[in-house]
């Protein structure tokens, strides 16, 4: 097989012998190293590389050339190798251009000239594009290995493709009405849809998260009944948790009953994250988590529940759906929050059928040339409303309050204003769906009163509920059912919890319960953002250090 491209184009033949000289010094053994001085000479070279059936895996393009800069560049590269790392080369002064950039043609990185030295800021961000290149799947649908089959409007149809979205796992979809689709549904003997083929063609009808987690070799079974800490929860916070806990020799364990990172690793882009000036997907930053708890030995179990806690003596004992108990010196719970339901008349009837809560990123696509409402005025749904944006004909953005400036960052509220497709309702709600087999309708009130929409999609974000229900009577939660940790256990002249069985007051993020500890956006008071989750973790794992030298 040939070797991989990487090719950099810019009109300074200088900069560009540069340019290659710094790529073929450290991954000549590896990559071929394509050098082109303007964008067109550039794309000549891509499209030889196309029919020649080689690939290419990083494309580097200075911002400012004659004829065709970089970034016009880059977006018809996209077309000729659509999964190959995109890089602009730019100086200092225009790197607001560069930023915007990264919306413009999904930009991976942006490199500010010159680098030196290239072992520091150089071969760091080559090295991370090539990694990331070379894990995603870049076969064809049809060299896939699962594939499912159900009805286009099915909810439990795209809960399966959703799970298997969010734990990265390449599938093709047939609805059964396809010639394909049809023949594996009567090969299978007409089971009950979803069907899930995988490649060694075992046939799961209807499967449970369980079933599929396993199908896809997700362990969700503990590898010992004791560990030093157990992490309920894998999103920031928990991930955080993992990564501090395991790297300081805290044998490990993290139980996510759907897939790690949490709400954040459905977001399209974070660019407000500390140390990503480019933005990063929250799948690819919560793969990076993933990896980086598992290098340190945490042990990760995917589509796992827990549904009980218990003090056993110095013990604190989890139990999962399936029975199975698991019992640790110290637990961390962060299992986050779920987008409030919309109690509009109807909506529920179109759950999975064109309502979704959260950004539904598999759903994106097929809203091409639609109109789509996004229901929320927080950081999370203008990010959806943006990414939306790229397919949709219009996004309406339906916001209960006056405006933007007090739920949503900035930087977010500038990006909605330069997109055209978007429109903002403010001072409305969604009082209203209706449809046949999916959402066709939607209205909407305000003072001035009614307005029914044609839309087929509506994705929630509104408010946040935790997810403590099943907590209830083993630790003090607050009205709202958030978990109430450190000074706020002793408020109003308090000076210990009930049952409280130590002399010292809870630590900062310990529950009412010694040991138990809460981290993220389920703790009260909490600020709902990736950055303080992920502190959250770190700093509950300082903590339960300190318990377990006291203990």
């Known amino acids: 097989m040939p070797k991989p491209v990487l090719l950099t184009v ?26 082109a001085e303007s964008g067109r000479q550039a794309l000549e070279a891509l499209r030889e590389l196309r029919l020649r059936g080689e690939d ?20 018809h590269a996209m077309d000729l190798f659509p999964f190959a790392r995109r890089v602009l080369l730019t100086a200092y002064a225009e790197t607001d251009a560069a930023i915007r950039a990264i919306n413009d043609v999904d930009l991976d990185h942006y490199l500010l000239k010159p680098w030196d030295p290239p072992d520091e800021k150089f071969y760091p961000v080559i ?84 079933e599929l987690a396993a199908a896809i070799g997700l362990s969700s079974t503990p590898s010992t009944g004791f560990y030093d800490l157990i992490v309920v929860g894998g999103g920031p916070s928990g991930l955080g948790a993992a990564v501090y806990g395991a790297s300081e020799g805290l044998r490990t364990v993290v ?29 690819a930053l919560a793969d990076r988590a993933r990896r980086q708890a598992g290098r340190f030995g945490a042990e990760l179990l995917q589509a796992g529940e827990v549904t009980a806690l218990e003090a056993r003596g110095t013990a604190r004992v989890a139990r999962l759906a399936d029975g199975t108990e698991i019992a640790a010196h110290a637990v961390i719970l962060a299992t986050g929050v779920s987008y409030r339901r919309l109690g509009a008349a109807g909506v529920d009837d179109f759950v999975g059928r064109g309502v979704y809560y959260g950004a539904a990123l598999t759903e994106a696509p097929a809203c091409r040339d639609e109109e789509v409402a996004v229901v929320g005025g927080a950081n999370s749904a203008g990010q959806a409303a943006v990414y939306l944006a790229r397919f949709a004909k219009k996004v309406h953005m339906i916001v209960r309050a006056d405006g933007l400036e007090r739920s949503m960052s900035h930087y ?34 305000s003072p001035a009163g009614k307005k029914t929409i044609d839309a087929h999609w509506l994705f929630v974000f509104i408010g946040a509920e935790p997810c403590t229900e099943w907590l209830d009577g083993f630790v003090e939660r607050d ?9 706020d256990l002793v408020a109003g002249g308090r000076r210990r919890p009930a049952g409280w069985p130590l002399a010292r007051q809870p630590y900062h993020l310990e529950t009412s319960v010694p040991g138990v500890f809460a981290a993220g956006d389920v703790r009260a008071e909490s600020m709902k953002r990736v950055a303080s989750a992920v502190g959250d973790g770190a700093m509950a794992v300082a903590l339960v250090h300190r318990y377990l030298e006291q203990a």
């Not at 139980?255 to 990063?280: C, K, M, T």
């Not at 909605?416 to 209205?443: F, M, Q, S, W, Y």
């Open 479 to 487: 009205a709202r059912g958030y978990l109430l940790t450190g000074p």
């Open 10 to 35: 810019d009109d300074d033949p200088g900069v560009s012998r540069a340019v290659a000289r710094d790529l073929r010094r450290r991954y000549a053994e590896s990559y071929r190293v394509v050098r």
């Open 255 to 283: 139980v996510e009953r759907h897939a790690l990172g949490g709400q954040a690793g459905q977001s399209s882009r974070i660019e407000n994250y500390l140390g990503f000036p480019d933005g990063v997907t929250g799948s």
């Open 412 to 445: 977010l509220i500038e990006q909605i204003a330069a997109t055209p497709n978007i429109e903002v309702h403010t001072g409305k709600t969604v009082c209203g769906a209706d449809g046949a087999d999916r959402l066709e309708r939607l209205t909407f009130a």
């Open 127 to 210: 090295d991370s594009l090539l990694d990331a290149w070379r894990r995603e799947d870049r076969r064809r649908p049809d060299e896939q290995e699962l594939r499912v089959v159900g009805h286009r409007w099915s909810s439990r149809s795209y809960e399966v493709r959703d799970f298997l979205a969010r734990h990265q796992v390449p599938y093709t979809w047939l609805m059964d009405t396809d010639p394909e689709g049809a023949e594996l549904v009567v090969a299978a003997g007409s089971p009950e849809l979803p069907l899930v083929v995988t490649k060694d063609g075992a046939e799961l009808s209807a499967p449970s998260d369980a």
């Open 56 to 75: 290419t895996a990083v494309l580097l393009a200075d911002h400012r050339m004659p004829g065709m800069d970089g970034v016009e560049f880059l977006e």
